[in-house]
């Protein structure tokens, strides 16, 4: 049987398949992020777009267009994502909270991180210490990138739940088993809490709302696999009298195996980077890493490389590469043949090591003050009536 185009799979739980974006936008219904768009992030960031939005490393979108009619008028938005902890962050994990941090600085906007130590207990049978632990490891990672203090928050779910909970009764009770059971792929099998765990990551878009008694538009950047928790998000927005979040959908990043989604889900770890690997890690990763390289150096000279297929390329891409002019050479020159292989290896290898050495002075200088940042009371509330009445 010729290989099925449509064996993809793409939930926030499973990703695996060659991944056709544009058939994937149109199962999840979203909308394209055109150049029109992206022109008028610019305009309002007053600067340069982000080299993840300029790359089309973001590719997709709901509702930023009306987002950014209320910037236009002077409306601020809240941002907001979140990490599943269960094991170290890699490189590629970094890019929504880059992003994010962006987004930040050139707009003003207060920041929700959502720590889902509950979620990966449930979806991979992490034990609770450990969720708990990689928890605040990888919030001290995501801080490193450089969050405003003064107008970041953190959910740490667990620790945070009677703040989330008198939103999340409200969410839950508008979200039946049929919908999560169609959205997710659910079955008789799947943990109770995992059911359940959708109205919690709803909660933070609303939370500001909800908080202040106003209506206070959201925007959410996220890896395309979490779109199915927002869509039953913006189903309840109407129902329970807040704005329906906007969201900005990544791609998935392809892994140094050169496989689809970095996702080392059961697979080796050396299809990443992580964050705490060691310089000789790095360099091995790195040199054993899938390329778009020809077989023979004489070939390539005289062909060139395919930068499109290639897991440095993806690397130098979506972050280690942010001057576009870099960017730029790099990839002329992969494909003219000028650049081989191994000498692109040896200098990614160098930008690597050098990153993880400054991120890992970042997060000791974050330390101090990261657990500051998560909300663990209840918030004192204007009076005025709840969600739902
Ligand atoms: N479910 C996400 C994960 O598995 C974590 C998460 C919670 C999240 N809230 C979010 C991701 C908002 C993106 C946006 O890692």
């Known amino acids: 049987m010729p290989p099925d185009p449509e064996r993809f799979v793409v939930t926030p739980y ?18 394209p992020l055109t ?34 009619d209320g910037v236009e008028k ?24 880059e992003l ?21 207990l449930w979806a991979r049978g992490v034990s609770a210490s ?52 169609a959205v997710f792929g659910f079955t008789p099998s799947t943990n109770v809490g995992l059911i359940f765990y959708t109205a919690l990551q709803s909660v933070p878009c609303f939370f500001p709302s909800w908080e202040s008694g106003t209506t206070i538009p959201c925007l959410i950047p996220c890896g395309i696999d ?39 889900t059961g697979a080796s770890t050396e299809n990443a980077i992580f964050l705490d690997d060691a310089p000789a890690a790095v360099e091995r990763k790195i040199s054993h890493a899938f390329t778009g390289g020809r077989a023979t150096v004489e070939e390539q000279r005289r062909l060139g490389a395919h930068p499109e297929v290639c897991s440095i390329w993806s690397m130098w891409r979506t972050g280690f590469a942010p001057d576009e002019a870099e960017f730029d050479a790099i ?6 043949g000028a650049l081989l292989c191994g000498e692109c290896k040896g200098r990614l290898t ?29 918030p004192a509330r204007p009076a005025v009536p709840g969600p739902g009445g």
Not at 25 to 30: K, N
Not at 226 to 250: C, E, M, V
């Open 130 to 181: 450990e969720t708990a632990r990689w928890g605040v490891e990888n919030l001290l990672d995501i801080l490193a990138l450089g969050f405003d203090r003064r107008t970041t928050h953190v959910f740490f779910d667990t620790r945070s739940i009677r703040a989330l909970y008198p939103l999340a009764v409200e969410v839950a009770k508008r979200v039946n088993f049929s919908t999560v059971k």
């Open 100 to 120: 994010c941090r962006w987004l930040q600085e050139r707009f003003g906007s207060a920041m929700y991180i959502q720590i889902t130590d509950d979620e990966k």
């Open 350 to 378: 160098e930008r690597v090591t050098g990153f993880l050495a400054d991120h890992a002075r970042k997060r000791e200088a974050v330390r101090p003050w990261a657990e500051e940042l998560i909300v663990e009371e209840p």
């Open 331 to 336: 990839t002329r020159d992969c494909r003219s």
């Open 14 to 31: 499973e990703v695996k398949g060659p991944i056709d974006y544009d058939r994937l936008r149109e199962q999840f219904g979203t909308e």
């Open 35 to 68: 150049e029109a768009l992206v022109a008028r992030i610019g305009r309002l960031a007053n600067g340069p777009v982000h080299p993840l939005i300029r790359r089309g490393i973001y590719f997709s979108h709901r509702d930023l267009g009306r987002l950014l």
């Open 74 to 97: 002077g409306t601020p938005f809240v941002l907001y994502s979140g990490r599943g902890p269960s094991g170290p962050l890699h490189t590629a994990h970094l890019m929504q909270f």
């Open 226 to 264: 979490q779109d199915p928790h927002f869509r039953i998000t913006r189903d309840l927005a109407g129902p329970l009298g807040y704005p329906k979040p906007a969201i900005l959908h990544s791609r998935m990043t392809i892994g140094l195996s050169g496989n689809q989604s970095v996702s080392t």
